[in-house]
């Protein structure tokens, strides 16, 4: 809701770049994560978008620095990017995009990534992919075509790409540990439901015990999830070190992804 929009609080900053988090007080199955740079939305005179962070590429991992596309400067205060990106949530309808591209081209994968802010009208969408989930996402293909970026839309500084990724993961694996939540409550609602409701030898089958084993144990793994879930929420909410804050939001998209499933 905008109320709880509102209660937000930043959980990281980088050069003006502000991504909300405020994990901690995210009800089951609603996460919101931004990035808003608030010169930015000053030169354009519009509220804050959503923005959509692109850096799948094809058979590489997103873990593995220096992906795709490739970027270049040109006459010391433009960027020409070039490459494709896959699986990109808001191909369809976003305003901006957050492109990570490689602008090193030495072996350090932590300092060969830089991001930029790049306007939609310098992507193509190429393709949409048919989800059985998250229909509403417009994931898609995006592609660069000799993309020329201005120097004001980098983000952070040069090579220091990998350090707002990382960062960015943060929010969205735990937007995704969240979301699991809310699917396996709804999923558990209507599976009680319709335990109470469906009659076998004259009586309700939640009287079985083989019924009411499976919806006690799927009961069990949502507490636990959850637990997990705001246990990693606080540690971003306080601030830990980063490396911890890491690892409980990656178990935590992993344990409440594979309870919810």
């Known amino acids: 809701t905008i109320e709880g929009l509102q209660k937000l609080k930043p959980a990281f900053k980088v050069n003006g770049t502000v991504t909300a988090g405020n994990a901690s007080q995210m009800t089951d199955g609603a996460a919101a994560v931004f990035v808003v740079s608030e010169d930015f939305l000053k030169k354009i005179n519009k509220e804050p978008m959503a923005r959509f962070v692109g850096y799948s590429v094809k058979g590489v991992p997103p873990e593995i620095m220096g992906i ?21 949530v808001g191909a369809k309808g976003a305003d901006y995009f957050l492109i990570y591209a490689k602008t090193n081209f030495d072996n350090d994968y932590k300092k060969n990534m830089s991001a930029f802010l790049v306007d939609k009208d310098s992507i193509n969408v190429e393709n949409l992919y048919e989800l059985m989930g998250a229909r509403g996402a417009g994931t898609g293909r995006i592609v660069l075509k000799d993309a020329i970026v201005s120097e004001e839309n980098l983000v952070g500084k040069e090579g220091e790409g990998s350090k707002i990724f990382y960062q960015m993961m943060i929010p969205e694996r735990l937007t995704t540990a969240s979301g699991a939540l809310g699917i396996a409550k709804a999923s ?25 084993f499976k919806i006690a144990q799927s009961s069990a793994l949502l507490d636990a999830a959850r637990a997990l879930v705001h246990t990693a929420a606080k540690a971003v909410d306080e601030s830990t070190d980063a490396s911890l804050q890491r690892r409980l939001v990656s178990e935590a998209k992993r344990f409440s992804t594979q309870s919810a499933w």
């Not at 596309?69 to 494709?84: M, R, Y």
């Not at 558990?188 to 009411?212: C, D, G, H, M, T």
Request: charged share 30%; hydrophobic share 35%; aromatic share 10%.
């Open 188 to 212: 558990l609602e209507i599976a009680l439901k319709y335990s109470k409701n469906r009659k076998a030898f004259s009586q309700p089958i939640k009287n079985f015990e083989a019924v009411s």
């Open 68 to 88: 795709g596309p490739t970027a270049a400067k040109k006459d010391g205060s433009k960027w020409i990017l070039n490459g494709q990106k896959r699986f990109i």
